[in-house]
């Protein structure tokens, strides 16, 4: 049985196969108007654009020998380009010989067919809270954040005794928790919970992270859990909300809101393509194929994250990156830029205008969805501390608002 999003993504791939002939027609007549005679900076631009256009497309939908022969003719028009110059005899027969290969690519992918473009794996929906073990030898400890990570939606078994968490763990078939938070100083001595994170296998690379909780915000500290494996380290007192966020993260649990992405492309199929991605993994999806609406799609829409493609007309992904990061609310948006662009220095000019993060097309359906989940984390969990601060900081001036209030009342009785 196949899942929503494998048929949508077939019909799309359906789709992009009907599109190809036309797709290489374009390519074709600019191409024709090409010679060493007469070379025309716009046909050569042009045919760059819709070579570039198709080494994207082409490999998302699996059509990889396409995409490849695409790219090549689209680096050395680049590259030509760069120079400014009409290309040497030797220059103009290797784009010949380019443009061949691509037409020839095309013509076995239309008469043949090639792979179906394979979905992301289905994001749990597993209907149970995840399953928190803590270790902490401190009752009043052990009992405030067990009450913490259980107001937040989580099952949590505690342990004040690390023998017998050693005894639950390694106890076959029980179930295993989702993240350990585990105290760094038991009464077994300094270090011991880093000790007992090697001792019972834990750790990111095991399968079960952990977030080691201290008193200690030494370096000693810190080392010995990192060497040990833990994900996290919180000193006490933990804040709450840090607590959360950490277990949050390392679950990848599920936003009660879902994540919310913009998609900016002017390709509309490859605009599509992500969105059916997106919205299989669970988040709120915008598809937006006019850059010029661009800043009134983000106000209206209020994304957790943008992804940009970088090639468009009217307006560039680099320019409306830029023109997002003059605007104080937006500073903090995350950015992904996602384009066929292989070099590297424009990938490093893009992320220097404020990109956080850049995707090379062909981006297979699973890093789409791991990139922008880890960004729009990061950024909810930013927001949160943002706000906390701000929280902290105005208390002093309510504060000194109460007293001058009760100051007041003091003198006119």
């Not at 993504?9 to 010679?35: C, M, S, T, V």
């Not at 003719?73 to 010989?97: F, H, R, Y």
């Not at 500290?221 to 804040?239: I, M, Q, T, W």
């Not at 010029?292 to 957790?304: I, K, Q, T, W």
């Amino acid at each position: 049985m196949t899942s929503p999003v494998s048929e949508a993504l077939a019909k799309l791939r359906a789709q992009f196969a009907g599109q190809l002939p036309g797709r290489l027609d374009a390519i074709g007549e600019h191409f024709q108007r090409l010679n060493l005679a007469d070379w025309r900076i716009a046909e050569a631009e042009a045919v760059h654009r819709l070579t570039h256009s198709l080494t994207g497309t082409a490999g998302t939908f699996g059509i990889q020998p396409v995409s490849d022969a695409a790219r090549e003719l689209e680096i050395q028009l680049a590259a030509v380009l760069k120079t400014g110059a009409t290309p040497t005899p030797n220059d103009w027969q290797s784009l010949c010989a380019a443009f061949e290969r691509l037409n020839h690519a095309a013509r076995v992918a239309i008469e043949t067919g090639g792979p179906n473009l394979k979905p992301p794996v289905a994001p749990q929906r597993d209907s149970r809270s995840p399953l928190i073990f803590l270790v902490e030898d401190d009752p009043m400890q052990a009992g405030y954040l067990s009450q913490t990570i259980r107001d937040s939606g989580y099952q949590v078994r505690a342990f004040t005794d690390p023998a017998e968490f050693r005894s639950a763990f390694s106890t076959a078939g029980a179930e295993r928790p989702a993240v350990v938070v585990m105290d760094l100083d038991l009464p077994e001595g300094d270090n011991a919970g880093a000790t007992l994170i090697a001792e019972c296998n834990l750790g990111k690379d095991a399968g079960v992270p952990v977030v080691v909780v201290s008193e200690r915000d030494d370096l000693p500290g810190r080392l010995a859990a990192l060497r040990a494996g833990a994900s996290r380290y919180l000193v006490k007192p933990v804040d709450k909300g840090r607590l959360i966020d950490a277990l949050d993260g390392l679950t990848k649990r599920q936003p009660i809101q879902p994540y919310r992405v913009l998609l900016v492309d002017d390709d509309p199929l490859l605009l599509e393509t992500a969105h059916a991605v997106l919205r299989w993994a669970g988040m709120e999806v915008r598809t937006l194929s006019q850059p010029l609406e661009f800043l009134n799609a983000v106000d209206d829409f209020a994304p957790d994250v943008v992804v940009l493609d970088v090639y468009m007309p009217d307006a560039t992904g680099l320019e409306l990156a830029s023109v997002l990061r003059e605007r104080e609310a937006h500073e903090r948006l995350p950015i992904l830029f996602m384009s066929a662009e292989t070099d590297i220095t424009q990938q490093l000019r893009a992320l220097n205008l404020g990109g956080d993060d850049f995707l090379v097309k062909p981006v297979k359906p699973g890093h789409l969805v791991a990139a922008v989940t880890d960004r729009a984390r990061r950024a909810r969990q930013n927001r949160r501390i943002q706000q906390r601060l701000e929280i902290t900081l105005r208390a002093p001036e309510r504060e000194h608002l109460a007293v001058d209030h009760l100051g007041t009342v003091s003198t006119t009785e």
